[in-house]
C-alpha cells in the first residue's frame, strides 16, 4: 500500500467512512502495534495513532525490504518519533504527552503537549481542557501545551484554525504560530498561513486580541498590534513586519442589530455613516464636511458592508478607499 492511499485510508477512518473491511484492517493494525509495547496514546485517536507510528507499520504491510526505503524518506521523523518511544518506553508508558520541536522557531522554543492534526478533508472541531474550540483546517496541526491551564494557556498551530477563545482574565490565551504569537482573554479569531508560505494573517470575529512577533533579545519591547473585531494583521515572518487593515468580509459587531436599523429616509450622510460605523465596529472618516450634509433615503439591509457604502457614495457621485484599519469617504458633497 502506497503512502497515498494509506493517509486517504486513515481520513476515511476519522469522517467514519470506512468499510466494515477497513475498519478491521485499520482495527488489527493499531492492535499489533500496541501489543509491540506502544500503549502510551489514549488520547489519541486509532488513525492519528497509526499515521506517527507508520515506521513501526511498514514491515507489517510490506515485509519487502526494498519497499521500505523510499516511505523512510518520506517519513524519517516518524520514523525518529518511534525510536525515541522505543529507547525510552519506561518514560511514554506512563506519559500521555509527547514533545515535539520547531525548526522554523527562531527562537529554538520547544513545543511539549497533545498534537492533533486533521488528516480529513473537512474542517475538524476540537475542544480543548478550558471549553475554548478549534476548527483545524485541512492538513493543520495543533498542540496543547502540557502545561495548559496552569499560568496560561498556550497552544502551538501548524496550517490554519479557527478559534473561539472561553473568557478568563487571569489566564490568557497564546496561539504560537512559529515566531508570530496571538495572544487574546476571550474572543474568536482566525489565523492562517497565506499562499507565499512565509506571511500570517490573524483576523478577529469578535473582542480583542494582541498580536506580536517573537525577536531576540527583545522581551520588554515587542513588535506588535491590537486588533479588534473586522480587523486583520498579516505579519512578515521574514521582515517581522505588522501591516494592519479590514477584512475581506466584515460583519456586523452586534448579531442583534435590528433590520429597521439600515432604513433610511431624507437622514444626513453623517448619521448614516455613524450607525453604519457603530454596527461593524469600523472608523469611518469623511473627508470632506461637506459630504456629511447631504440626505440619503434608501434601504440597505441585507447588503454587507462594502456594498452597503457602494450604494450609499453612489447617489452622491462619492468614493470610499480602506486605508490601514479605516475607511475613507471622498466627494464634493451634494447640490
Known amino acids: 500500500m502506497s503512502k497515498e492511499k494509506y493517509q486517504a485510508l486513515l481520513a476515511k477512518y476519522l469522517n467514519g467512512e470506512c468499510s466494515d473491511e477497513e475498519r478491521a484492517l485499520l482495527d488489527q493494525w493499531y492492535e499489533a502495534l500496541r501489543s509491540d509495547g506502544k500503549k502510551d496514546i489514549d488520547l489519541e485517536s486509532t488513525a492519528s495513532f497509526l499515521e506517527r507510528n507508520w515506521a513501526a507499520l511498514v514491515p507489517k504491510i510490506h515485509p519487502e525490504p526494498e519497499q521500505v526505503k523510499p516511505l523512510f524518506q518520506w517519513w524519517r521523523w516518524i520514523a525518529a518519533a518511534s525510536l525515541v518511544l522505543a529507547i525510552s518506553a519506561s518514560y511514554f508508558l506512563g506519559n500521555k504527552w509527547w514533545t515535539v520541536s520547531s525548526s522554523a522557531q527562531s527562537t529554538a522554543l520547544t513545543e511539549s503537549g497533545l498534537r492533533k492534526t486533521n488528516f480529513s478533508p473537512r474542517p475538524q472541531t476540537i475542544t480543548l481542557p478550558d471549553g475554548s474550540t478549534v476548527v483545524l483546517e485541512k492538513n493543520a496541526s495543533l498542540i496543547t501545551a ?3 491551564g496552569k499560568q496560561q494557556r498556550a497552544v502551538y498551530l501548524q496550517g490554519g484554525a479557527f478559534f473561539s477563545v472561553k473568557p478568563n482574565a487571569k489566564l490568557p490565551f497564546l496561539v504560537h504560530a512559529g515566531d ?7 474572543t474568536s479569531f482566525r489565523i492562517q498561513a497565506l499562499a507565499n508560505n512565509r506571511d500570517i ?18 522581551v520588554k519591547k515587542r513588535n506588535g498590534v491590537i486588533l479588534t473585531p473586522n480587523q486583520k494583521a498579516i505579519i512578515s515572518t521574514e521582515l ?9 468580509r466584515p460583519t456586523l459587531v452586534d ?7 439600515f432604513i433610511f429616509e431624507e437622514t444626513t450622510f453623517d448619521q448614516v455613516l455613524k450607525s453604519i460605523q457603530n454596527a461593524y465596529g469600523i472608523e469611518i472618516v469623511v473627508v470632506n464636511p461637506a459630504v456629511k450634509v447631504c440626505a440619503f433615503t434608501g434601504d440597505l439591509n441585507g447588503l454587507e458592508l462594502f456594498p452597503q457604502l457602494e450604494l450609499l457614495c453612489g447617489t452622491i457621485n462619492a468614493k470610499f478607499e480602506t486605508r ?12
Open 201 to 218: 494573517e490573524v483576523s478577529v470575529n469578535t473582542g480583542r486580541v494582541s498580536v506580536y512577533t517573537l525577536e531576540k533579545d527583545k
Open 240 to 248: 517581522k513586519t505588522i501591516q494592519q487593515g479590514i477584512v475581506e
Open 324 to 335: 490601514g484599519t479605516a475607511i475613507f469617504i471622498l466627494g464634493k458633497g451634494c447640490d
Open 255 to 261: 448579531k442583534g442589530i435590528p433590520e429597521s436599523s
Open 180 to 186: 508570530v504569537v496571538t495572544e487574546v482573554l476571550g
Open 146 to 148: 502540557r502545561d495548559f
